[in-house]
């Protein structure tokens, strides 16, 4: 039976390994077979806006360590950003739809977004939004259009900023899961869920403000595109004046109320199209594709790396949605030693993460700023982690949206003695010294293991404190007193002197540009990330995820507070991380 149960595995293992390599072939010819472009534009065209696949700031270079081949992706937001650049002066592109966005990026991004497409209208080609339902974000975005059009039986979400946030004291109570929080900072508000059930004073002001400074800054935007004073706009939204197509109207944030079928019709219109045609349109992703080099300047020999740090940071090789200091450290380093690279942008987007590993990247950027100069331009967060790696820079840009700041250090370490004790479970432990053992997850934190983790998280401030005063020239008395893991919007970050300027990854482009004095240069992205194949088997949906398959089984919200508590969980040793997500809608 054994020996026929051993045949059997060995005949479905045999099918898989063919199978695979099949598809495998497939998409290996697809995806390096030839670099002939497959997008056609055509004549009168309009690029329509769609981006539900867009959520990174950089799509990523993969590099498949097992098979020697190597790919570039063309759908992230700098990808977006160019295309929509060169439509400009492209004769075939004649304007822009934003026709029922559903977006996924945040308020940084969308603001830097809705700045190209003012940009765009400047060369006298058209931008129209239209939605059955505006979000708060997607209506931000749409208001820099010519022409705001909305459903007759839509609605526009206008009403302000609110932050709710989760509290796990009373579950870690009720299953004997304690989580054991040792932390330097008032507002390091991260391990706050596991402390308290409601807010402290100290994280219901920085919260406060912080949403304030962001919501000015979007009503700002909204208020010179639609012509509309801030006062005005902040009256529509705390009476809810445009819950209707109506009122939304009456109010000036929209200037049309008409179906999808008639908005397709003021586009013929605009293109001077027969209105019995269909209109030609290609998808941004695909223009961004079929012009990703159409924009390069082949003649230029020197070059300005734009490094991109996104996501969590942690140990290890790292990817477009982790910083890991193995390819972060070496996009860094090849970058210092190119000789054809005269100056380096590091994008961060990112709330931090690993003390340890932000600190090595902090190296890395300290070695280079002594050979080139460094511009950091922050994304939607750069915040704790994030902001140790961005504060050495020669300048640092954010958005006013930017959350930034949060410099304090925690740790987290989980407890089961109280859980094993409900379910009869317990410990015994032989040791040759007093700390050989060290913690026990199962057995109380003894007060010499605490002193000595306290002492850890003190040092890591204290180095975080020096690596900020030294970066920003500041005093470490200075630091300490906008630090104890406050957050800050862009727009107040620089006027406490943790952010030089304030602008978006273009501004910063032409700082490093200013620095190393360079009048004509292309940019080169970094970084490139070490992959397998089977990671690229379920990118493809050849081979779904464990994480795929749990987010359609309990939904998308509820995965998404799943992995919340999964992140908090799993924030062992010393964290340099943000206090919260904040995510608009």
């Known amino acids: 039976m054994r020996f026929l149960s051993n045949v059997l595995a060995t005949l479905v293992g045999l099918f898989l390994f063919f199978m695979i390599a099949f598809f495998g072939l497939i998409f290996i010819a697809a995806l390096f077979g030839g ?23 950089y799509a990523g270079k993969i590099n498949f360590t097992d098979i020697g081949q190597f790919t570039a992706n063309h759908d992230g937001l700098i990808d977006i950003l160019n295309a929509i650049d060169y439509a400009k002066t492209d004769a075939d592109i004649k304007g ?29 080609k058209f931008v129209y939004a239209y939605a ?17 059009c909305i459903n007759p039986v839509g609605e526009l979400d206008f009403k302000g900023l609110g932050a709710e946030l989760m509290f796990f004291k009373g579950i870690q109570e009720k299953s004997g899961i304690k989580m054991e929080v040792i932390r330097h900072g008032k507002y390091k508000s991260a391990v706050e869920p596991f402390l308290e059930d409601k807010m402290s004073d100290a994280n219901r002001e920085q919260t406060s403000q912080l949403l304030q400074s962001v919501w000015n800054a979007v009503i700002a935007d909204i208020s010179k595109s639609r012509n509309i004073s801030p006062e005005e706009l902040n009256a529509i939204a705390d009476n809810l004046s445009a819950r209707t197509p109506e009122l939304a109207k009456q109010n ?14 003021l586009i013929r219109k605009a293109l001077k199209e027969d209105p019995d045609t269909d209109y030609n349109t290609i998808s941004i992703v695909d223009y961004a594709e079929a012009k990703a080099t159409a924009a390069v300047n082949l003649d230029a020999t020197d070059e300005i790396a734009i490094i991109y740090a996104q996501g969590e940071i942690a140990a290890g090789e790292g990817d477009v949605n982790v910083i890991g200091d193995g390819a972060m450290r070496r996009a860094i380093r090849d970058a210092r030693r190119d000789e054809n690279v005269k100056a380096i942008v590091l994008r961060v987007d990112s709330p931090g993460g690993s003390a340890l590993t932000s600190d090595l990247i902090w190296r890395e950027i300290e070695l280079t700023k002594k050979v080139k100069p460094v511009v950091v331009s922050m994304g939607n967060y750069a915040a704790s982690g994030g902001y140790y790696i961005s504060c050495n820079a020669n300048t640092i840009f954010a958005e006013e949206t930017t959350i930034t700041g949060s410099i304090g250090v925690f740790g987290v370490i989980p407890n089961f003695t109280e859980l094993g004790q409900k379910i009869g479970l317990s410990v015994d432990q032989v040791q040759t010294n007093k700390n050989a053992l060290d913690y026990s997850p199962f057995r109380p934190m003894d007060e010499n293991f605490r002193m000595v983790t306290q002492e850890g998280v003190e040092r890591v401030y204290a180095t975080f404190v020096k690596r900020v005063a030294d970066g920003r020239k500041l005093t470490p008395e200075q630091v300490d007193a906008i630090g104890q893991g406050r957050v800050w919007s862009g727009a107040d970050a620089i006027k406490i002197g943790l952010v030089d300027k304030i602008g978006g990854l273009d501004k910063a482009i032409k700082e490093a540009a200013k620095l190393a004095k360079l009048k004509s240069y292309r940019t080169q992205d970094y970084p490139e990330y070490d992959r397998e194949l089977l990671a690229f088997f379920e990118d493809m949906g050849l081979v779904q995820s464990r994480a795929e398959l749990l987010k359609q089984e309990i939904g998308e919200q509820n995965y998404e507070i799943l992995q919340r508590i999964q992140l908090l969980s799993r924030q062992k040793g010393v964290m340099t991380r943000m206090p919260y997500e904040l995510k608009i809608n």
């Open 132 to 148: 059955d339902v505006y979000s708060q974000k997607d209506y931000y975005l749409a208001s820099a259009a010519n022409k705001v």
């Open 35 to 57: 670099d002939e472009e497959t997008v056609t534009v055509n004549s009168n065209s309009v690029i329509e806006l769609d981006l539900s696949k867009v959520e990174l700031d």
């Open 96 to 124: 822009i739809s934003l026709k029922n966005l559903n977006s996924g990026l945040g308020l940084a991004q969308t603001k830097a977004l809705r700045d190209k497409l003012i940009d765009f209208k400047k060369s006298g």
């Open 252 to 265: 000036r944030l929209v200037d049309v109320i008409t179906y999808e079928d008639h908005y397709d019709d």
